[in-house]
């Protein structure tokens, strides 16, 4: 599956934006999606985890109650709601698929290009 993330930007913090991760082929709903972001001179780390159908989603503890996940899956895309943006969010984005249940980079087989997002304080 080939995956592609966009809608990143700048944005004030305390503000909002949205990412979406456009998949490619036909086998899109029987993986798990994930979310991660990299910041500078950081490791890849875990932000979000969108399971099978979309109803049971995972999140890191320093987006939980900020960031929204969901899928759709008859449109091949993720989404990625991110509200209460924190200077510390500030990272580049990418979407994958990979194994079910891991919070590692390590586990994912598939990537996207990442989309950046810059939260000005």
């Known amino acids: 599956v080939q995956l592609q993330a966009y809608g990143g930007g700048s944005v004030q913090a305390g503000g909002s934006l949205s990412l979406s991760c456009a998949a490619s082929?036909?086998?899109?709903?029987?993986?798990?999606m994930y979310w991660f972001r990299q910041a500078p001179g950081k490791e890849r780390e875990f932000v979000a985890r969108i399971r099978w159908t979309g109803l049971t989603t995972d999140y890191a503890d320093s987006v939980k109650g900020r960031f929204t996940g969901s899928r759709d899956n008859a449109k091949n895309t993720m989404y990625l709601q991110m509200n209460s943006l924190k200077p510390e969010d500030t990272a580049v984005y990418y979407c994958?698929?990979?194994?079910?249940?891991?919070?590692?980079?390590?586990?994912?087989?598939?990537w996207g290009k990442g989309t950046l997002v810059t939260v000005s304080s």
């Open positions: 082929g036909s086998t899109f709903s029987r993986y798990v």
């Open positions: 994958a698929a990979g194994v079910p249940f891991s919070t590692s980079y390590r586990d994912m087989t598939y």
